[in-house]
């Protein structure tokens, strides 16, 4: 992959008579296809005219936003959570298009971190009212050759495995609190493995316990778990995020103010920014980013930066 051109000229006057509506069928908000004719009502209002492609994989999503391209759409939405976003910019990566995002899953962190509603009609809304903005993304090598880009949280340990059942038995429930009881249930089995981390400049830490080992674009994950909260999509950097043990009477105390406001009081969870990551493990384990899981390690992440553009309100101050 290379990093796409970016055309800033005259951003605010983008202008666009068609758009593709990507709608994931089996995202959290299920209930988003009966807004489908309010969405197309908000393009049309614009001069726009929409076509909806619905999708039931990533796979089919991807190849969705190939034909769109290919026919000449040079701006194209997503309805759906992170996992349906993170189809979109591998599909879309190297084209001089424009994204957007309808906040319709289970999580919507990135839609967050854009400054855009909840709501998934007043996300549009505020989208349409906004300009294009240059945003980073993460961008994974995997122990087994396969290459992905991410836009927010990525990572081994507890958030990896709690990921699997988020995408399954909870895959259902709404919020945070999907992630959260998907966590607890992951935490009684879950056993802390070894892991080496080697940054941007090639040194490598000693093998140390670890029970999450996170490399983050956005300040929240999980739908509003605010793991690395000075994280910002336009900077440049990553966040990585690094804790290598917790016990579950720990957990559970933390529990009511992750629930209520998604903050995590956990001394020792240490942060710090980078360009770049990589992370090894004594044990095989898997890399999820954007709660997908995306290989087994070694890892080996790193920012793109300005890879994508994205409508975001006005007001936006990321």
């Known amino acids: 992959m290379t990093v796409p051109p970016i055309n800033s000229a005259n951003r605010a006057a983008f202008r666009f008579n068609q758009v593709a509506l990507l709608l994931n069928t089996q995202s959290g908000r299920r209930e988003s296809q009966k807004l489908v004719p309010l969405f197309e009502q908000a393009f049309r209002s614009r001069r726009i005219t929409p076509e909806v492609f ?14 769109a391209i290919s026919e000449g759409t040079r701006l194209l939405f997503a309805v759906g959570g992170d996992g349906t976003l993170q189809g979109l910019v591998n599909a879309a990566f190297g084209f001089d298009v424009v994204l957007g995002v309808i906040p319709a899953g289970g999580g919507n962190d990135f ?69 959260i009881v998907s966590v607890l249930r992951a935490f009684v089995t879950h056993r802390s493995n070894r892991v080496r981390v080697s940054f941007d400049n090639n040194k490598k830490s000693s093998w140390r316990n670890s029970i999450l080992a996170c490399v983050l674009n956005t300040p929240t994950f999980g739908a509003g778990i605010q793991l690395a909260p000075k994280a910002r ?86």
């Open 54 to 67: 619905e999708t039931s994989s990533a796979r089919d999503l991807e190849s969705q936003v190939n034909r």
């Open 233 to 318: 999509i336009n900077d440049g950097l990553l966040d990585f995020a690094f804790l290598e043990e917790l016990r579950l009477g720990r957990l559970l105390r933390i529990l009511p103010r992750l629930a209520i406001r998604g903050t995590l009081d956990l001394p020792q969870l240490h942060t710090m920014q980078i360009r770049k990551v990589r992370l090894e493990t004594e044990v095989p384990a898997f890399f999820q980013g954007d709660g997908e899981i995306l290989g087994p390690t070694p890892v080996d992440i790193e920012v793109v930066p300005n890879a994508a553009q994205f409508l975001a309100p006005k007001c936006t101050s990321i």
């Open 111 to 179: 839609a967050k971190a854009l400054g855009l509603p909840r709501d998934p009609l007043a996300a549009l809304a505020a989208a349409l009212s906004g300009e294009p903005l240059s945003v980073d993304l993460a961008r994974v090598h995997t122990a087994d050759g396969q290459e992905r880009l991410y836009l927010g949280g990525g990572g081994i340990g507890l958030d990896a495995e709690s990921a699997k059942y988020a995408n399954t038995c909870y895959r259902n429930w709404f919020g945070r609190s999907r992630y």
